[in-house]
């Protein structure tokens, strides 16, 4: 399926990957857990602990208003999740454009007292 992975500090690039467990745990280095974070049918697929095994800050979820609600940590993938499928799918050309324009610059997290700023990365 076409995916567009997502590293840290990287910008995303398209990629075929398998429907297996096995392919897409590897993709991320674990665990995997999907996330519905989009109107559209697509599903962020990424490791289920990166948090707690301290990959790096990859990209800011958002929310409609902009306002960050999540970081996701380590790398991840974006792919089709269609609504009438258990399975998840290979993205559209569609998707895949609006997603690496999404997507395209890495950023930079700072800690800062009890906040966290995200800042493009120049």
């Known amino acids: 399926m076409l995916v567009l992975m997502i590293k840290p500090g990287k910008a995303p690039c398209r990629m075929e990957l398998g429907h297996s467990l ?3 745990q590897k993709a991320v280095g674990g665990s995997i857990q999907i996330l519905y974070s989009f109107e559209d049918p697509v599903a962020l697929v990424c490791n289920e602990e990166g948090k707690l095994l301290g990959l790096p800050a990859n990209r800011a979820l958002r929310d409609e208003r902009g306002a960050v609600y999540d970081i996701v940590c380590g790398t991840f993938f974006l792919c089709g ?14 998707q895949i454009s609006r997603y ?20 493009p990365d120049q």
């Open 22 to 24: 096995a392919e897409m």
């Open 81 to 94: 999740a269609p609504p009438d499928s258990d399975t998840l799918a290979g993205l559209t050309e569609e």
């Open 100 to 119: 690496e324009q999404h997507f395209a610059r890495p950023e930079l997290f700072l800690n800062i007292g009890r906040r966290i700023i995200c800042l």
